[in-house]
């Protein structure tokens, strides 16, 4: 079964630092680009990120740009978003999301990061 | 950056019954549109791709069509399982694939 599996939220102060990971099973993660999303409470979805298969191309949204940084650990299936300078305006369910050249096809489940004090 | 608008904001339908929701592009995407599903306490479903393909294990009830700028999305005869929220996403413009603020279509 393709999987990815979010983790590494959770409540943190406005200016501190979080790292979700995201795992990945049941597909050659090492093949596709992947995608950072979240989304506010009561609102839309919001691409953040996106890395692609060798890490060769890595690009951001303007407002993650120079506050978050993706990566991904092929040999460990593993996607990851290090965020810091965390505002409050970034408290968000966070998905993984797997690239093709149509969409994203598949997405996990979310984590949830809350930044307050 | 390609705005992507979504109408209605709420779409009341009861089962069995006919839906429609509609996105449009700021500018031309040709047929580059996706559409996602999302449900509380899921991880979104994609739906729908090149605005017109069903993704994989997708029942024929969902289905879309327009190229350009202006888009439909329909689900012919709705089921309880499909009372969600809906987002349509461009993927025109790499790598800001931007999204739509999502329909919701709930029980009449």
């Known amino acids: 079964e393709v999987r990815l599996v979010e983790s590494g939220g959770g409540l943190v102060q406005p200016g501190g630092s979080l790292r979700l990971s995201c795992a990945a099973s049941?597909?050659?993660?090492?093949?596709?680009?992947m995608n950072w999303v979240r989304q506010p409470p009561g609102k839309g979805l919001e691409w953040l990120s996106y890395?692609?298969?060798?890490?060769?191309?890595?690009y951001y949204a303007d407002s993650v740009k120079g506050r978050f940084t993706i990566s991904r650990d092929n040999a460990k299936n593993s996607l990851y978003l290090q965020m810091n300078s965390l505002r409050d305006e970034d408290t968000a369910m966070y998905y993984c999301?797997?690239?093709?050249?149509?969409?994203?096809?598949?997405w996990g489940l979310g984590t949830l990061v809350t930044v307050s004090s | 950056e390609i705005v992507m608008t979504q109408s209605p904001a709420t779409l009341s339908v009861s089962p069995g019954e006919r839906a429609t929701l509609s996105c449009k592009a700021s500018q031309s995407i040709s047929s580059n549109l996706a559409w996602y599903q999302l449900k509380p306490g899921q991880a979104p479903r994609f739906l729908i791709y090149g605005a017109s393909t069903r993704a994989t294990g997708i029942p024929a009830r969902f289905s879309g069509s327009g190229s350009g700028t202006e888009f439909t999305l329909t689900i012919s005869s709705l089921q309880s399982e499909d009372f969600a929220v809906y987002y349509c996403q461009q993927y025109n413009n790499w790598p800001q694939w931007t999204f739509g603020q999502g329909t919701k279509v709930e029980i009449k």
């Open positions: 049941g597909f050659t993660f090492s093949t596709y680009g």
């Open positions: 890395i692609a298969h060798s890490s060769s191309a890595i």
């Open positions: 999301a797997r690239a093709t050249r149509d969409g994203y096809d598949v």
